[in-house]
């Protein structure tokens, strides 16, 4: 059977042409090649408060459910209290979905952008541990990386060709995001493996 993942972001209008390709690589490498991966485009969360209120993330539940995993990802924006707030609204989904449904809250750290930019070759003079620590990579390292390379009139301003590179790269991409992309591909894989 067939599994269907809704990837959740806190605004798909941009986030999804990353977080499409490079969860289906995700979900791929875990154990599911096969899966049906969708980006939830209704409701709108349009931001951050709407993505980590339960009510919302309650609602894109009852809207689908022929998801049998749902994946909240959401900017990390140097917030150290938003893992605490995603592990609070994974508990309550676990009540709502039982054993056979599943929702993950990853933050991605800082911003779904550094996937992208994971998985690119980047300019010389970069350092990968100041991309990643950077608070506002979008627009310090993502922005001028999609100037530089031609791609702000693409849909996505540049998360098209850098979310499909990002995918076709994913190796690259788990190992310089550990505390995010590696760390919800392998708990995913172990909730997988069970079924």
Known sequence: MSLNVLVIPEDFRKDQFILGPVVRRLVAEAGKPHARI???LHPVLGGINAALDWEKIEEV???YPMAGV???I???DGSDGRRRRLDDIESMACGKLGQARLLLGENAWQEVEVWALAGQDLPKDW???EVREEVHPKEIYFEPLARQRGLTDE???GRTTMGRD???NYGR?????KEDVQRLEARLRDWLKDR
């Open 38 to 40: 969708e980006v939830c």
């Open 61 to 63: 539940i009852e809207m």
């Open 70 to 72: 749902f994946l909240l």
């Open 74 to 76: 959401v900017d990390r």
């Open 127 to 129: 350092n990968w541990q």
């Open 155 to 157: 849909p996505g301003e």
């Open 166 to 168: 990002a995918a076709q």
């Open 173 to 177: 991409v788990r190992s310089r995001c």
